[in-house]
């Protein structure tokens, strides 16, 4: 079966603009959480969303943001970008709630310039 | 912000050996505790996962040793290859929660 999908791979962005990021998980699968990757920092939780709900969130501001539309897919959008927002940004799509493998999509690399 | 603390940040070992990587966490609420390793331009991919009701978990080469009481556990790779050189993460997670370590750097030498 396909795996988690990640859109775009890379992007790059200038200080100030605004990016949506998507994923899409894995079929059957209700649960999508973000996290961001950097080297040293590991993976910092952004949030998880579950049939159309956040269900939890991260200490992220609040110009991260979220939605999972009807059929699971999930996007993250990030407004008045920052240098400091360049990072690898991981999807992850669970079956349930808890207690389940989490897989994960490739990410997008955004470097903000 | 840091929930599960992961150390070394970076370990080498020969060929053969057996590296440990530590976690320990603070929130008694996690009940499920994954390793992921992560392969240089891929995601995270689940290697082994542990419940807090049993103290060991083996497979294959990969074991994780769970202290409840201490709030502590480890991944021990048995007789390590140069294929297992990547990043590790623990991870420790609840409903609608899971946090990462900040990652252990592997490098298996040959």
């Known amino acids: 079966k396909a795996g988690v999908t990640q859109t775009p791979r890379y992007l790059i962005k200038t200080r100030g603009q605004q990016v949506t990021l998507s994923c899409s998980p894995i079929s059957g699968h209700r649960s999508v959480s973000w996290y961001q990757q950097t080297p040293g920092q590991g993976l910092q939780f952004l949030f998880e969303?579950?049939?159309?709900?956040?269900?939890n969130k991260g200490n992220f501001p609040g110009r991260f943001s979220g939605r999972q539309f009807s059929n699971s897919r999930s996007e993250m959008n990030v407004s008045t970008l920052e240098l400091g927002d360049s990072a690898l940004y991981l999807c992850a799509s669970r079956l349930g709630q808890t207690y389940t493998e989490a897989f994960f999509g490739q990410g997008t690399r955004l470097t903000v310039v | 912000q840091q929930q599960v603390k992961q150390s070394p940040q970076s370990l080498i070992v020969q060929k053969g050996g057996i590296p440990i990587i530590n976690c320990a966490y603070e929130?008694?609420?996690?009940?499920?505790f994954p390793w992921y390793q992560q392969f240089p331009g891929k995601g995270p991919a689940l290697l082994i996962a542990i419940r807090p009701d049993v103290s060991e978990k083996k497979e294959g080469r990969f074991t994780i040793s769970f202290n409840k009481s201490a709030k502590q556990f480890s991944l021990h790779i048995m007789d390590s290859q140069p294929g297992d050189s990547a990043t590790y993460f623990c991870a420790a997670s609840k409903i609608n929660d899971m946090r990462f370590g900040a990652g252990t750097r592997l490098t298996v030498k040959p």
């Open positions: 969303y579950f049939s159309e709900t956040q269900r």
């Open positions: 929130n008694t609420a996690f009940d499920y």
